[in-house]
């Protein structure tokens, strides 16, 4: 059994797994968390924010948050690796948190895990990010990293399919599962090696 005991997989969990570095700023989403259950107040007994990773600089104000929200999480420290892989699989909704700023041409490696998982991932990031080209220019579940009211209504909107049914909670990407197959890269390297 790789769930930790802190992971009830029964409650609407909203999961960041991965190093909070310097630039991944969480602020605006704890708060928008919290705007969340202030408005939704049956939410509270059922919902939970988890931070997973290594400590960050943002360890401090998330400890101080948990005072006031006993629905925040934040792991001691580093989480095993199957463990967070377990914790991504069973959650209802995935985060990924990329750095302020204008673009973010990378794409976490984390990415093709929240893919596989099969869940609705909550993308913050620039406008201009790689997750964001790849989910799609109407995906609904993207905001700005730090528009509070915009990600307190996409957790509404995500909390609301999970109530009625948590099953609505799915997100079949078969053209993203195949862009990230290892199929795909071998096709891709075989057209770089016949342009050569």
């Not at 797994?17 to 704890?30: E, K, T, V």
């Not at 969340?36 to 997973?52: C, G, Y």
């Not at 041409?105 to 990031?125: E, R, T, V």
């Amino acid at each position: 059994h790789l769930l930790p005991d802190y992971f009830d997989s029964t409650k609407f969990n909203l999961l960041h797994a991965g190093n909070m570095m310097s630039a991944r700023n969480p602020i605006a989403l704890i708060k928008a968390f919290e705007l969340f259950l202030e408005e939704n107040p049956t939410a509270k007994n059922e919902s939970k924010l988890l931070f997973i990773g290594k400590p960050s600089i943002y360890d401090s104000f998330i400890k101080e948050k948990k005072q006031l929200i006993p629905e925040l999480f934040l792991s001691d420290g580093y989480v095993p690796f199957e463990k967070v892989l377990a914790m991504q699989q069973f959650t209802s909704v995935n985060i990924i948190l990329e750095a302020l700023g204008p673009i973010s041409p990378f794409l976490p490696g984390k990415f093709a895990h929240c893919i596989q998982a099969k869940k609705p991932i909550l993308l913050l990031s620039p406008y201009y990010s790689e997750s964001k080209r790849l989910l799609g220019d109407n995906y609904p579940y993207w905001s700005s990293v730090e528009d509070i009211n915009k990600i307190k209504s996409i957790i509404t909107k995500l909390y609301k399919l999970w109530k009625e049914d948590n099953y609505r909670l799915k997100m079949g990407r078969k053209d993203l599962l195949e862009y990230l197959s290892s199929n795909f890269l071998q096709k891709t390297i075989s057209k770089l090696e016949a342009n050569k």
